[in-house]
């Protein structure tokens, strides 16, 4: 799977999972030079709390773009720290 935004490959990897419709990739096959950390979080009930990603390509912010749980609840424990994509970040 890749995930690809303006016309750049930002994450890939044969080891997503898959919940909720989202491919979660792990957190060594997102390239890191493209994600800055942001304040934003939100909830899921049962996964936990949220915590997102900038997504910088070309000098072009996508806010929010990545999100990853830091911290996952005992149900979520396979995608502790993974990340997935929405915001136009296509997945395929």
């Given at each position: 799977?890749?995930?690809?935004?303006?016309?750049?490959?930002i994450a890939?990897?044969?080891?997503?999972?898959v919940?909720?419709?989202?491919?979660?990739?792990?957190?060594?096959d997102?390239?890191?030079?493209f994600?800055?950390?942001?304040e934003?979080s939100?909830?899921c009930?049962?996964?936990?709390?949220?915590?997102?990603?900038d997504?910088?390509?070309?000098?072009?912010?996508?806010?929010d773009?990545?999100?990853?749980y830091?911290e996952v609840s005992?149900?979520?424990?396979?995608i502790?720290?993974?990340?997935?994509?929405?915001?136009?970040v296509?997945?395929?």
């Open positions: 799977m890749q995930a690809i935004w303006n016309d750049t490959v890939e990897s044969d080891a997503t999972v919940i909720e419709g989202n491919h979660y990739f792990p957190p060594q997102i390239k890191k030079e994600f800055k950390p942001t934003t939100s909830i009930a049962w996964k936990g709390i949220a915590s997102y990603y997504v910088e390509v070309n000098n072009e912010v996508n806010k773009a990545a999100w990853y830091p005992e149900l979520a424990k396979g502790k720290g993974y990340v997935a994509f929405w915001k136009g296509e997945v395929k």
